[in-house]
């Protein structure tokens, strides 16, 4: 065995061949010397060695490396036995294609969101992300830079933190101004990553909190391409942010997008890079918790040992600063592929499910497959019976069986694979209505090609061992007795084929049910009211925050905005907000009310969104006590609250909360009003407390909120030229109604009705052909017997009844087993649910009925054939 | 049953024995296949004959267990032929083969020589 087996292998037949001509050669030397003719001679040698291909047969047995031969002559026979039955073969193939292709789609999104939280990240698996407080499924940056400081430098667990903020800011200078996303980063930022730039430098650690220095800034790979058209001398040159001259360093590797899963940033920057921040980076609360933080565990340290060190740093950060840091402050780490900061969160708690529905399309194809090939072979009984009695035993024939199935899943895999390269990337259809930028979408890597390698395998093993193992033991000498076509059918082979059946029916049940359930679930979150109306409302976001304009030019073309769109024909009322509900999106932060005492590690973290006079109404959210905005709460005006039911419930108990007061970022707020609680992020969430402040007074960002009398999106054009006319720099982007903004709440839900319906519709396919097929199978098996059965006087009736009943039997076993595995995987997606419960009976007995319907149909039609039967012919057919 | 299995099945009933047979026949010098069948039949006085289609596999098994080594060489009659050579560790296998054997030998004839008054007894 040294050596490759395969150049060994031609090498060692040669040297045979040439062994056994030397032997043959000499015994005829032999014989001539002895006085014998050549001929003669020739011919005895021959005689004497006998068998020469059996010897060298035996022989190679040997050497222990002959299977590779017979593998490639089993290849070849599989070959030529799929290309005798294209039908068989063409079918299988597409049954299994579309199935490995559901698993690997499944898993290339796994693979390109929670596998790579960071793409170009070395070693993701140490990084952990850091949460504080309650444990939220969509939490706001942790820590303030102090904070994160005193941890960085001592703690012991880690072998780097590095923390960073990031949103929109204009690229300014250029003919167009763009927007980008930005990241703020601490200057070790790339380091504990592990990224190295293709171009100039990163961060130096003393350029971290230096607010004298020269803003350095660093670009990723696709902006320096398509902006700055890939300039190779784009180090040292400067740049326009804002209308601030910034330089560039550096830039990222290509692939690297930021240290936030599923998002975006185009350029990386200092915490302080103009000296304008120097209030967040001296204070510990309020405006200054900001950063996310993201950790490398160091060498052999575990995530429970890191978590348990930072906590305690934290707890004496607590004791230090009391006043900084009310509420709860424990701190969790997370790994990076469920981290609640970024998509991970929400990918999740999605796409494993969606994988266990894929297995179990995958499992369900096999089954069918499997059903197919049982038929097959037992069609090809007397060449199998031949083969065995011609010497072939019973591993070579499974061998062969085998590989045909393994052939077969091969081909399918290679299908998969190229349907695969293009549905990894229809992942991002569902996202498609970000504000963020959002960079989620499948990947086509190794993994997914040894995951694809993995399911064909497998799949190909499942579809034709069972077939094989029961055809290889069929009895050579009755198959070849026998010419009645009821022997073939077998007892044995029936059995197995019933079990396929029941199993494609059981695994087809739950699919049907969960797909059931999710689309209902879809249905309830359309229908439910999320407390605003949405319909003819339009939204345009205006960079006002970030184009570099300074404070009083923000207040005046806001006012300007204001008027101009509101006096546009068809616009009811015109109003500005800073958020947008049910867009994944929201702000928070820790409120103080004055007079309430928190229980032990309550959050006091409320929900925050700064809005313009008019929203309340134009949204139709009923203000139930005091007022809502004027104009006149602006920036000279006391500051002033509009609290929900949510927030007044808790803070005021049975107390009129009008006039009373709450302290944010160290400001009093005086409560002026109670609205009405409405939807802030998802339909199914648990209301959190809500304090909406004067735009004018608070507000950050600037969203142009238009009711429309018409179809909104027919008004897009006309807002957004009314909005340039005031300045033609001014960016204005996301320029759409409403309803399509906030569809990206239900967007999960979306992505798992649709893909729980395709794959229940094709389990619904495979089960009720599957049933079809063996139905059928076995009642034109069984034609003599019924005509015999309708010679003797059996009615019509009986042998529906027959057939049918057979069906019946079937279907009702797949049907209960299918049941008791549904409602156990239902459980799996309890947490997905909205509106309807895990066991909702209308939802089961509607699944079981058409599952029952279906199947019983497909029976039906066999049972009808054999019924129209002529009894004679039957009788004669064989 | 096939051609093939026949084969097997007579490997197997002279297997050790064959392979002793070889081993010792090697004993004497190296040698190729036909050599080895030639001088089993003369040594023997042409009782054993021993098929090719059991002496190539057992040489390819020797060598497989590293009890023989093969080489290409010119015969004395100028034919180039795989000539077989045992090895130290083939030697050490032909000892415990004879050993065996001796024993069987002895263990049979003890068997079909017993003379009736010590079974009497």
């Not at chain 1, 200092?270 to 900001?290: D, F, I, K, Q």
């Not at chain 1, 190229?418 to 229809?426: E, F, G, I, P, R």
Request: hydrophobic share 45%; with cysteine.
């Amino acid at each position: 065995m040294k050596g490759f087996p395969t150049f060994g292998f031609q090498r060692r037949k040669r040297e045979l061949q040439e062994e056994i001509d030397a032997h043959l050669q000499m015994a005829i030397t032999d014989r001539v010397a002895r006085g014998e003719t050549a001929e003669t001679a020739r011919q005895a040698a021959a005689r004497e060695f006998g068998n020469i291909p059996l010897v060298q047969d035996v022989t190679r047995d040997m050497w222990g490396q002959g299977w590779l031969e017979q593998l490639g002559r089993d290849v070849r026979y599989a070959l030529r036995q799929l290309r005798k039955s294209p039908g068989f073969t063409i079918t299988a193939t597409t049954m299994l294609a579309v199935a490995i292709c559901a698993n690997s789609t499944v898993f290339s999104w796994i693979e390109g969101t929670m596998l790579r939280p960071i793409p170009g990240a070395r070693d993701a698996g140490d990084l952990v992300s850091l949460q504080r407080g309650e444990r939220n499924f969509s939490p706001v940056p942790p820590l303030s830079y102090l904070d994160y400081r005193d941890l960085r430098e001592q703690n012991h667990t880690l072998a780097g933190m590095l923390a960073f903020h990031h949103d929109w800011i204009t690229l300014t200078g250029g003919a167009q101004p763009e927007r980008v996303f930005i990241a703020n980063v601490t200057a070790n930022y790339f380091d504990v990553l592990g990224i190295k730039p293709v171009l100039g430098r990163f961060f130096l650690a003393e350029e971290e909190t230096r607010p004298d220095a020269v803003p350095n800034v660093i670009l990723s790979y696709s902006l320096w391409k398509t902006r700055y058209a890939a300039d190779p001398a784009i180090v040292g040159k400067s740049i326009e942010i804002a209308r601030h001259a910034v330089t560039v360093i550096g830039v990222a590797p290509e692939g690297f997008v930021g240290a936030m899963p599923g998002l975006r940033d185009d350029l990386w920057i200092t915490l302080n890079p103009l000296g304008t921040s120097e209030w967040r980076m001296t204070h510990r609360s309020g405006g200054a918790v900001w950063l996310n933080v993201i950790g490398r565990l160091g060498p052999g340290v575990s995530r429970g040992q890191a978590a348990q060190d930072l906590d305690t740093l934290m707890h004496h950060i607590v004791l230090a600063y009391p006043d900084d840091h009310l509420g709860e402050n424990r701190i969790t780490l997370d790994p990076m592929w469920r981290s609640p900061f970024g998509a991970n969160g929400f990918m999740a708690a999605t796409l494993p499910i969606l994988l266990a529905f894929a297995a179990v399309v995958l499992l369900l194809t096999c089954a069918n497959v499997a059903t197919l090939t049982l038929v097959r072979f037992v069609s090809r009984r007397r060449e199998l019976a031949i083969r065995q009695s011609l010497g072939a035993n019973r591993t070579q024939l499974m061998r062969q069986m085998v590989l045909e199935g393994v052939v077969l899943s091969i081909v399918a895999g290679a299908a998969a694979l190229a349907l695969t390269m293009w549905t990894s990337k229809t992942f991002a259809w569902f996202f498609r209505s970000s504000s963020s930028p959002t960079a989620l979408n499948g990947s086509m890597d190794y993994k997914v090609m040894i995951g694809i390698a993995v399911f064909s395998l497998l799949a190909g093993m499942l579809c034709s061992a069972l077939p094989a193992w029961r055809s290889s033991h069929a009895p050579a000498i009755e198959v070849l007795k026998a010419e009645s076509a009821s022997i073939s059918g077998g007892s044995r082979n029936r059995k197995l084929l019933s079990g396929l059946v029941v199993a494609q029916i059981a695994l087809s049940l739950p699919l049907l049910l969960c797909s059931g359930l999710l689309l209902r679930t879809l249905r309830n979150l359309a229908d439910a009211n999320p407390g605003f109306e949405q319909d003819h409302i339009l939204t345009a976001t205006v960079g006002l925050n970030i184009a570099g304009y300074s404070n009083d030019e923000v207040q005046v073309i806001r006012h300007k905005i204001l008027d101009r769109v509101s006096a546009l024909p068809g616009v009811k009322l015109a109003s500005l907000t800073d958020w947008i509900p049910m867009t994944l999106t929201h702000k928070a932060e820790d409120a103080y009310p004055e007079g309430y005492v928190p229980h032990p590690h309550e959050s006091l973290q409320v929900y925050h969104a700064e809005v313009a006079p008019q929203y309340f109404e134009s949204l139709h959210i009923p203000i139930l006590e005091g007022r809502e905005f004027t104009p006149d709460d602006d920036e000279k005006a006391p500051k002033v609250l509009i609290v929900d039911q949510t927030a007044a419930r808790r803070y005021w108990p049975g107390q009129d909360p009008l006039g009373k007061k709450l302290r944010i970022w160290g400001m009093l707020f005086t409560v002026v009003g109670v609205a009405k609680n409405s939807t802030h992020m998802f339909v199914n969430e648990a209301p959190e407390p809500m304090v909406y402040m004067s735009f004018f007074q608070q507000g950050y960002e600037t969203i142009v909120q238009v009711k429309t009398e018409g179809n909104p999106a027919d008004l897009a054009p006309v807002v957004e030229n009314a909005i340039r006319e005031i300045d033609t720099r001014l960016p204005v982007f996301d320029v759409r109604p409403m309803r399509e903004s906030t569809q990206l709440a239900s967007s999960l839900a979306v992505l798992q009705s649709a893909l729980a319906g395709m794959f229940a519709l094709i389990g619904l396919v495979l089960a009720v052909t599957g049933i079809y097929g063996v139905v059928a199978y076995r009642t034109q098996m069984r034609t003599h017997e019924i005509g015999v059965r309708m010679a003797l006087g059996a009615s019509r009736v009986d042998v529906l009844r027959l057939v049918l009943l057979q069906g019946l039997w079937l279907t009702g076993i797949g049907l209960a087993l299918g049941l008791a595995f549904a409602l156990g995987l239902t459980r799996l997606i309890a947490r997905l649910l909205y509106g309807i419960g895990a066991h909702d009976p209308i939802t089961v007995v509607s699944v079981v009925l058409l599952l029952g319907t279906m199947s019983l149909l497909a029976c039906y039609f066999p049972a009808h054939r054999a019924m129209r039967r002529n009894p004679v012919t039957a009788i004669r057919e064989l | 049953m096939n051609e093939k299995d026949q084969y097997k099945n007579r490997i197997e009933l002279l297997q050790g024995t064959l392979d002793m047979l070889i081993l010792q026949t090697l004993q004497w010098g190296p040698q190729h296949g036909y050599g080895i069948v030639q001088a089993l039949r003369l040594r023997s006085g042409d009782v054993l004959q021993v098929e090719t289609g059991s002496l190539y596999p057992a040489l390819h098994r020797l060598e497989r267990q590293s009890w023989v080594q093969s080489e290409w060489k010119q015969s004395e009659s100028k034919q180039k032929a795989r000539y077989y050579r045992i090895t130290a560790k083939g030697k050490k296998q032909l000892a415990s083969d004879l050993g065996r054997w001796e024993r069987i030998v002895e263990a049979i004839g003890s068997v079909m020589y017993i003379k009736p008054e010590e079974s009497g007894s």
